[in-house]
């Protein structure tokens, strides 16, 4: 389980919160999806911080949400 009840009075937000709604779910990782097939970065969604947003990162995020 993540607490991310910071995020209510904090402009940071969380690696993988990419549309900012202080949430890690599915609309995130459609997000990360998007940004790979523009060929567009986002600190938030570069998961695995490796500085390139690919599939890993979609799949760290799942895992993220899964609780794993």
Known sequence: QVDNSYCENDI????????QDCLI???????IINLIL???YNDLADVNLDQVINILDVIRLID???GE
């Open 12 to 19: 940071t937000f969380l690696i993988g919160d990419v549309n």
């Open 25 to 31: 779910n599915i609309l995130d990782a459609i997000q």
């Open 38 to 40: 523009n060929q567009e």
């Open 64 to 66: 993220i949400i899964l």
